[in-house]
């Protein structure tokens, strides 16, 4: 049996890209609604993508992407 968080790590990214189907897609929720880390994760995660758009818009400096790339470390 996988690791229910590791799974839904691996469904964050198309979870956001909202391209799971309607099964995988209750089932991110499902773990969401009852894990506090990966919802805190999933919370970090979706911050980071509006910010990281809303800088793209923006023109961000090549310095601060990388800032924000370096971000991006394993929360656990
Ligand atoms: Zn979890």
Redesign the pocket.
């Known amino acids: 049996m996988k690791d229910?968080?590791a799974h839904?790590e691996e469904m964050m990214q198309p979870y956001m890209d909202h391209v799971l189907t309607d099964a995988e897609l209750h089932e991110a929720e499902a773990?969401l609604a009852e894990?506090e880390?990966?919802r805190r994760r999933y919370k970090f995660e979706e911050s980071l993508r509006v910010y990281v758009r809303k800088a793209a818009d923006e023109q961000m400096p090549a310095e601060l992407r990388q800032k924000l790339a370096a971000l991006r470390i394993p929360l656990d």
């Open positions: 229910p968080c839904c773990h894990c880390g990966c």
